[in-house]
């Protein structure tokens, strides 16, 4: 018998063993096809069908409580609290860019806290983002208080404290709660007691912070930081004007409750005994004694006592000497017409003189190019400064025109 | 002594030989190089992200060579058999994991030693490349008063410039020449994390001399975890107690409880990474932490002879 003819696979013809590869792969790639086309054409409606939602950022990050994590993290707590600090800075963004609530956010901060109270940066930013940025202070603040506790000799957190609540929640008493926090604070600056100063000041404790801006003073003589020195010297007196305006308020209401009229000068009110007796400071003495204490051996803090003292003179019931040398003007017209309480019927002459300095020098510009242009003074107010009225006049003083001299002064300051 | 040392410096060289520590190496030194690109990611607190990052590393990397070399350091020497060929020299079993004890230790420190000094290169090389540094040191002002901005090869020269000026701070910081800020308590921080290392490689011999690596591995990590949460395990008890032990199962509960607390390794004494904070004060000597380090680990390594001598090996 005759043996029969196998052929091998690889004595076949070179073309059908390719054919054949080649069949295989294409009905391989076209049932391919048939399985994914489908899956791809639903998923691209899936796709589309997000991409017309609204946009919202969704934090797909679920994290327990602070507590929690702190034993997850066995000891590496600090790390696990900048994993989820990074984190929370990816989401703020993210809600920025899209919804702009960032309520959400606060577990976060909190969490990060909670690992590593000593994170300032932290309580700083997260109040940043929960208060300023998503108009929650008081969520804000209450990261703020948290890092207080944790952190009592820190006195960036009470300075952020201080900062929210007085301008963004207007309420200098709890501004001053935070700023006094931030005062004992070892390593607090010293502009934060000229703030706590400012704040005294605004809620009319003018003693509080002039006593507080006299211990900044002579602490910058003693570390002879000048330029302390130089901003402090120049506060003093702002403080010591707005406190003798007070006084002048307060001295006007008197006289009018107790005559039943508006007194026509500051003059006749001293002379009515309307003036409650006050602790003057006259502050060329106080500098004279700064300046000759800082002559003499020891620190000039510990003088304090001593110079407030001798720059005091007790019991004055005067109108107060302006501690830059100007005066104190009174507008009866404006006692009348407007509120007594925060009328400008004081006027602070320093403040007027600049004022009028300022009106006065854009006002002579224009008569000088009259001059330069037509080669004589204006005849008349009128005719250089036709639409300068008598109620432009800042302090509602007149504008008085010489046309011999060519010169435009105001009856409120008429030595200008 | 000698012969402890002979073995000490063997094992060195066999865990040098192991493949894993390189890659173990190699992995913590990337991840402290990109510490500078994680640091761009934050908007504050940059110093801070990359000492962390450092730090951690040095640390988890650390442990992770104790216990993936450590656990199979006896077992290896059991399974291959070569353990035959040492205890029939006179060598102490006592010798023997003691020197094995210390081998793994020095290769963990040398590694800790170059992860340091990586560590403090990165942060100083990070301090010259803030904008501002790069600004005052490179860009030049003009004949008309404007900026003139570096060309390529000033930044290129730069860079090189900052890179070897940031491995010369490195050394001269580990030889105590120089100490700036921005390095305060890092060292200390770090030897302190060593001799955490070094509890943790005494229980990983522990383990190792009488369990195979797999359950060795896992007991050691349970005992780092243990130890770690060691200040929890005690508030636990006492919240236990305050609540009034009652009960039979509230007294076990305590009992167990304020056991485990006290047996188990108080980790948290070795933690100060509080003080690579910017503001902190001058780490000093912890007298108590290194006592602790030296009586804890002798005991751990005295539990572990003991168990070794007690061991067939046929």
């Keep these: ?416 | 002594m000698k012969k402890t040392l002979a073995i000490a410096v063997n094992t060195f060289k066999e865990a040098v030989r192991n493949r894993i520590l390189y890659i173990l190496l190699v992995f913590a030194l990337i991840i402290m190089a990109s510490s500078g690109i994680v640091g761009e990611l934050t908007i504050s607190a940059r110093d801070r992200i990359i000492k962390d990052l450092g730090i951690a590393s040095i640390n988890f990397f650390g442990l992770l060579i104790a216990i993936f070399v450590g656990i199979g350091l006896v077992y290896n020497e059991l399974d291959k058999k070569t353990i035959y060929t040492i205890v029939t020299k006179p060598i102490d079993r006592h010798q023997f994991l003691i020197g094995k004890y210390m081998g793994l230790l020095l290769t963990i420190y040398i590694n800790v030693l170059i992860m340091s000094f990586f560590f403090l290169a990165v942060i100083y090389y990070q301090s010259y490349m803030e904008s501002d540094t790069i600004t005052k040191a490179l860009w030049k002002v003009g004949p008309q008063g404007s900026w003139v901005p570096p060309s390529g090869m000033e930044y290129l020269m730069y860079y090189l410039k900052s890179i070897a000026m940031s491995v010369l701070k490195s050394l001269a910081t580990f030889t105590g020449l120089y100490s700036p800020e921005v390095s305060r308590n890092i060292l200390k921080v770090i030897f302190y994390g060593c001799l955490e290392l070094g509890i943790i490689t005494g229980f990983a011999i522990l383990y190792s001399s009488f369990s195979t690596p797999t359950l060795s591995a896992i007991f050691t990590v349970l005992s780092f975890i243990i130890g770690r949460m060691n200040a929890d395990i005690i508030i636990f008890a006492d919240r236990i107690k305050s609540k009034g032990l009652l009960t039979q199962g509230a007294r076990i509960k305590y009992g167990f409880s304020w056991l485990a607390a006290h047996v188990t390794p108080n980790l948290w004494l070795f933690n100060k990474r509080n003080a690579i904070m910017e503001d902190a004060e001058v780490l000093k000597l912890d007298g108590y932490a290194i006592c602790y380090f030296v009586l804890y680990t002798s005991a751990i390594l005295f539990l572990a002879v003991h168990i070794f001598r007690r061991r067939n090996f046929k």
């Design chain 1, 1 to 416: 018998m005759e043996p029969e003819m196998k052929i091998s696979k690889s004595k076949q013809g070179f073309p059908s063993r390719y054919f054949r590869m080649i069949t295989r792969f294409v009905l391989a790639t076209i049932l391919f096809m048939i399985l994914f086309l489908p899956a791809l054409l639903i998923q691209n409606r899936k796709l589309n069908e997000v991409r017309k939602q609204p946009k919202l950022y969704r934090d797909s990050l679920y994290l327990p409580s602070g507590k929690s994590i702190r034993m997850v993290s066995v000891g590496y707590d600090r790390f696990a609290a900048d994993l989820i600090w990074l984190r929370s800075i990816q989401a703020f963004g993210g809600h920025w860019e899209t919804d702009r609530v960032y309520t959400p956010i606060y577990h976060l901060f909190d969490i990060i806290t909670d690992l590593d109270p000593q994170f300032i940066d932290a309580y700083t930013f997260g109040n940043l983002v929960i208060g300023d940025e998503g108009g929650d202070q008081l969520q804000g603040l209450k990261l703020i208080d948290k890092g207080i506790v944790k952190n009592p000799l820190k006195y960036k957190l009470p300075y952020w404290g201080g900062y929210v609540a007085y301008w963004q929640l207007n309420d200098p008493e709890l501004a001053k709660y935070y700023y006094r926090k931030a005062i004992k604070c070892p390593d607090a600056p010293s502009f934060v007691s000229r703030i706590v100063a400012y704040m005294e000041l605004k809620s009319g404790r003018y003693r509080v912070a002039f006593e507080k801006l006299l211990r900044d003073l002579l602490e910058a003589v003693d570390q002879k930081d000048d330029v302390v020195e130089g901003i402090v010297k120049r506060r003093i007196p702002d403080i010591l004007i707005e406190w003798h305006m007070f006084i002048l308020r307060q001295a006007v209401q008197k006289y009018y409750q107790e005559n039943g009229e508006v007194p026509d000068s500051l003059q006749t009110v001293q002379k009515s005994g309307a003036i409650k007796p006050y602790p003057l400071i006259v502050t060329p003495v106080l500098y004279q004694l700064v300046d000759q204490y800082r002559q003499l051996p020891g620190k000039t803090i510990d003088r304090f006592q001593s110079i407030i003292n001798s720059a005091t003179k007790p019991n004055v019931a005067i109108i107060p000497p302006h501690p830059r040398g100007y005066w104190y003007g009174y507008k009866p017209e404006n006692f009348v017409r407007a509120n007594r309480q925060e009328a400008n019927y004081i006027i602070d002459g320093e403040k007027l003189t600049k004022e009028m300095q300022k009106t006065l020098f854009r006002l002579r510009k224009g008569i000088f190019e009259f001059h330069v242009a037509n080669g004589r003074m204006p005849y008349t107010r009128e005719e250089v400064l036709p639409f300068l009225n008598d109620s432009d006049e800042p302090f509602n003083g007149r504008w008085e025109y010489i046309p011999a001299l060519g010169k435009l002064y105001s009856s409120s300051v008429p030595f200008l």
